[in-house]
């Protein structure tokens, strides 16, 4: 009974939180003042210098970014809070992806100047979909034309949420101190390093008391017993407001709005505070549902119930193969053995580990809701490991696909062997990433999310395989979709060559298809009447069509936006076949496509650029020359920023371009957003 106190005890003061932002934004900063403040480090680490616990790969340290998402952990309050800092460039997308998955609530950061910038968006858009509950810290509080209101209208226009501030800053800009806090009206401010708690400052009173209304009120819109308190006594109780809040936040309805700035030290304080009151623990969030023997299973976060985890991170290190799991249910002890649901394999359990960026500590055992490391040889990225006698197979975080690629080979003949081995290993770590061979040039190409991503991943080869490898040129990965497309196409399978033949005859009708989901790509359909083709033969020919969209007829580029529709067929009675019906389904419609007219459809990208104003005009022009198309201009005090549509084949070495027309004073962010009919791209049969 009393261990399973402990365990309950532990879950309620538990909580599993990711950093999320834009580039630049301060999630690292905000990470290393949050291990220095709860004493977890004894010096605080600087990005600039390179002393970061977080970014603690070289090529981080170099670049001054975070690429690989890595996770802390510390205490606050008698809680303990698992920390994922993610990287805020778009190409590294896929790791955010893959840390929401097993997140339960984030604290997003959004620049005081800059407000919700484009990554800040994709990045909410991402928990939005995963459902992850999140505050707001508006950092850089102290920097020139730093706005606080300004950047809080930007969250409720951009993402389409209901702020909450909860605090009202203490000076602006460089005068920036501290803050109020506006449920319990009281003042923080910080002198160089020391903070102390106040009454309200007098000149700021009648400002904080205007501010505690709007939020009283604000709350109360959202909140049903908020809303009572409300009426009966025309003010609400701090504590109906952080019950209420509370509530609010793991609904999603709304989003509580804080400030600092954590390079100077200034709001972390409040923000874990923050973090312990508002964001929910494993025990506060749904049951994580997974397959088992065909049927939805939930599995709560129960320590003494199955073990069941999520794989979401491997990591291959000089002292062996990591995998990063969340464990969802269930306790995993050294020396058991699991299973890999997906593939039916077994393996023991040699050692677990707490993680500490790139440092880790043996333990005996991780229970429900821990974030812990694990060493098995095989298991990869997405996989289920839970105990063999409940098998449970959990959903995978969803992988984008790559929209760039180059080629590879090694420098040296004799390094070709150890160069396909350093790429499987590099595949198995980022999911993001593919290989393959193209079946005309005999190349290995190398596909990822962008020119970064690819160029960290091949350093990543040479640095930590000691290889010497070429690259080609960058090249995007096209798609083709149907313009036209036929009808009653008919498509007759029939191959005799000695014992049992193969027989099938199908008849289609391929049209494009009106994307309404962006996941959605491909609609099969099948209106046949009479039974003139088995149910498990029409499941056939969907798989024989989704097989043919690997290769369209102009190019050999991936077939997307396509409903097909088996509208006839005939069978006979002893040569038809699943296998013969999915071999007509595969060549009846790469012949259908043929007959179809098909459009050629290349990747873009939204370039937020942000320019002197005195380079606007050549930036323009040089947007324009790359086929650009400008979507949209704001002007900020000495600079412009730009937003335009660009085929993403046009940007490569655009960086170096714009630092060359800007003095090196013009900085930008790309986003992929979908594809676009190419220029040259006329429907044709």
């Not at 119930?305 to 990591?315: G, T, W």
Request: glycine residues 8%; contains cysteine; aromatic residues 4%.
């Amino acid at each position: 009974m009393r261990k399973n106190l402990d365990h309950r005890q532990h879950l309620s003061g538990l909580r599993n939180v990711g950093i999320l932002a834009h580039v630049d934004a301060g999630k690292t900063t905000v990470t290393e003042r949050i291990l220095y403040l709860t004493g977890t480090t004894h010096k605080r680490g600087e990005v600039h210098d390179g002393t970061t616990v977080t970014d603690f790969d070289s090529q981080e340290r170099d670049r001054g970014i975070t690429i690989f998402a890595a996770a802390v952990s510390c205490d606050w309050d008698g809680h303990s809070i698992n920390l994922i800092d993610t990287p805020g460039h778009v190409d590294f997308s896929d790791e955010v992806e893959r840390s929401l998955r097993v997140l339960d609530g984030a604290v997003a950061l959004f620049d005081a100047v800059a407000g919700v910038e484009p990554q800040s968006e994709s990045v909410w858009r991402q928990a939005d979909r995963h459902g992850v509950p999140r505050i707001a810290f508006v950092n850089k509080m102290d920097r020139a034309g730093a706005d606080r209101d300004v950047a809080v209208q930007s969250i409720r226009e951009r993402l389409h949420v209901t702020p909450l501030v909860v605090q009202l800053p203490i000076g602006k800009e460089t005068e920036f101190s501290g803050m109020i806090d506006l449920l319990r009206m009281r003042a923080y401010v910080w002198v160089d390093d020391t903070f102390a708690e106040g009454p309200v400052p007098e000149a700021l009173l009648e400002q904080a008391k205007r501010r505690r209304r709007l939020l009283e009120e604000t709350v109360a819109e959202l909140h049903p017993v908020a809303l009572d308190e409300y009426y009966a006594r025309s003010t609400v109780s701090a504590e109906t407001l952080a019950a209420a809040l509370r509530d609010v936040t793991r609904s999603g309805t709304g989003v509580v709005v804080l400030c600092g700035s954590a390079y100077r030290n200034r709001g972390i304080e409040p923000l874990l505070d923050a973090v312990v009151a508002y964001l929910p623990s494993p025990q506060e969030v749904p049951a994580v549902r997974g397959m088992a023997d065909g049927a939805v299973q939930e599995r709560v976060a129960d320590p003494a119930a199955p073990f069941a985890a999520l794989v979401f991170k491997v990591n291959s290190t000089a002292t062996g193969r990591l995998t990063y799991l969340r464990v969802y249910s269930g306790t995993i002890r050294k020396g058991e053995t699991v299973m890999d649901a997906g593939v039916g394999r077994t393996e023991r359990i040699s050692r677990i580990l707490r993680v500490q960026a790139d440092e880790h500590a043996e333990v005996q055992q991780a229970v429900a809701g821990d974030i812990a490391v694990i060493g098995p040889k095989y298991a990869r990225s997405g996989a289920t490991l839970c105990t063999p006698a409940a098998p449970l197979v959990l959903e995978p975080p969803a992988v984008a696909d790559p929209v760039v690629s180059v080629a590879v080979e090694a420098r040296r003949s004799t390094d070709t062997d150890r160069l396909a081995s350093a790429l499987t290993r590099l595949v198995e770590e980022d999911p993001s990433l593919t290989v393959r061979t193209d079946p005309e040039t005999g190349q290995t190409l190398l596909s990822g999310m962008g020119e970064l991503h690819l160029e960290v991943a091949v350093e990543k080869v040479r640095r930590t395989h000691g290889l010497e490898v070429g690259v080609g040129r960058p090249q995007v990965t096209y798609r083709e979709t149907v313009a036209r497309g036929v009808s009653g196409f008919v498509y007759r399978h029939v191959k005799q060559d000695g014992g049992a033949g193969q027989f099938a005859h199908i008849t289609l009708d391929v049209e494009p298809l009106e994307v309404t989901d962006e996941a959605s790509d491909f609609a099969f359909r099948s209106v046949v009447v009479g039974g003139r083709v088995p149910q498990e033969y029409v499941r056939a020919v969907e798989a024989g069509c989704r097989d043919a969209l690997a290769e369209g007829p102009l190019g050999g580029h991936p077939v997307t936006g396509v409903r097909v529709t088996l509208t006839d067929g005939a069978t006979h009675p002893k040569d038809s076949s699943e296998m013969a019906f999915r071999t007509a389904g595969r060549l009846g419609l790469r012949e259908a496509l043929r007959a179809s007219a098909m459009v050629l459809l290349e990747p873009v990208a939204e370039v937020t650029a942000t320019v002197p104003e005195d380079a606007v005009g050549g930036v323009l022009g040089d947007l324009a020359a790359r086929r650009g198309q400008i979507s949209g201009t704001t002007a900020r005090p000495g600079t412009m920023v730009i937003v335009a549509t660009v085929p993403l084949a046009e940007l490569f070495g655009y960086a170096t371009q714009l630092r060359s027309r800007t003095q090196g004073r013009g900085t930008f962010t790309t986003r992929t957003t979908g594809y676009v009919p190419a220029p040259s791209a006329t429907p044709s049969r």
